[in-house]
């Protein structure tokens, strides 16, 4: 698929359905994310493949996690596309 053909917007996480979102500009839902979907967030200006996980975080508590990227716990707003 080429980058034009590609969602691109903003990860929200729907605490209601329990569920990832990509969202447009005016916080519309674009498509959903799932465990195990691969997809691409940009990290420093390069867009990188990641997924999300589940992790114990440092309280022993379970966050979410992208992986092969540093972000972790809250993943809300974060550019991504899929």
């Known amino acids: 698929m080429s980058d034009k053909e590609k ?3 903003r990860l929200t996480f729907d ?4 569920k ?3 969202t447009g500009k005016e916080g519309e ?3 959903s994310i799932e465990f195990g979907d691969r997809f691409e967030v940009l990290v420093d200006d390069e867009w990188k493949e990641t ?3 589940i992790i114990n975080g440092d309280n022993g ?4 996690q ?3 990227t540093p972000y972790y716990g ?3 707003d974060l550019e991504v596309r899929i």
Do not use: A
């Open 7 to 9: 969602i691109q917007g």
């Open 15 to 18: 605490v209601i359905q329990g």
């Open 20 to 22: 990832f979102w990509v």
């Open 29 to 31: 839902p674009l498509t």
């Open 51 to 53: 997924c999300l996980k």
């Open 61 to 64: 508590d379970l966050v979410f």
């Open 66 to 68: 992208m992986e092969g």
């Open 74 to 76: 809250v993943l809300d």
